[in-house]
């Protein structure tokens, strides 16, 4: 199967010269986890930017100076396992496609899982793909304190558990990106010199004030912004039957569950897709 068969050819993009803004407020509203970068008028790509980028630079004002330059691309008439394995050899979730490095269609993790792998008769259990060590927070622990949690853990989703430990819900990168705003802080910093020991020399104090970009999220609770069904997996659950779920629900990951519901791993799209090459 070539790759065009599946990709997205009307991409959303964002351009350069722009505004990280702008960016924001697309991934935002169109609830998309990144976008290729092209230059103005021409329509040639020359990087990508992620939701990931823009959280961990909040300070930053310019695309061109956040998003990823010299993307890994892929041609259209490249074969499905041959951009599957580049995806998995860059560790990246997306791959714009292009002729001539003009973009001409895009394809994700997410496209390998709904328009390929969850056709295929692959009844293997997803023990072998999913993430076993995947942080949790109590349902009621505040956005803020959530995000802060999947950042130290490097993770882009974080599971919650109610009051039994039982999972609740989950929490993307898209739920932080909704429940966010960039803010700026004023930061004061001050120094004095004088002359020691002459009690007649004036101090002298050089004040300076710095203005910073941050990340200012909603007062919500966890269990404010999830997902009021969570969809969820067990362990034995087939990679076609997996496939399907996160296809038919549109979403990126699902978590795995024991027979007590309670948490035990993650499944993503980006890691399912392994078992179209394995």
Known sequence: MEIKEIMTEDVQSGSVPGAIHGIYEKLRDTRLS???????????????????????????????????????????EEDIKSVVQKMINNNIRRIPIT?????????????????????TNNIEPIEKYMI?????????????????????????????????GKASGILTETDFIAESRVAQEQVVKSS????????????????????KNILKFSDKEARDVMNDKLITVTRKTSVKECANILRQ?????????????????????????????E
């Open 249 to 277: 629900y549109n979403i990126e990951q699902v978590p795995v569950l024991n027979m007590s519901h309670e948490p035990i791993g993650l499944v993503r799209s980006s890691d399912l897709m392994r078992a179209m090459i």
């Open 192 to 211: 004095s010199i004088g002359t020691e020991g002459d009690k007649w020399t004036w101090n002298s104090e050089s004040v300076m004030y710095i203005i």
């Open 99 to 119: 002729i001539d490095n003009e973009l001409v269609g895009i394809v994700t993790s997410a496209d390998i899982i709904n328009k390929a792998l969850w056709k």
């Open 132 to 164: 076993r060590s995947v942080p949790t927070v109590w349902d009621k622990t505040p956005i803020s304190v959530a995000y802060s949690i999947s950042r130290y853990f490097n993770f882009k989703s974080i599971v919650t558990v109610n009051d039994e």
């Open 34 to 76: 990144g976008l290729p970068i092209v230059k103005k008028q021409t329509n040639e790509l020359v990087g990508v930017i992620t939701r990931t980028d823009l959280i961990k630079n909040p300070d930053e004002e310019q695309v061109a100076m956040v998003m990823t330059r010299n993307p890994i691309t892929a041609s259209p």
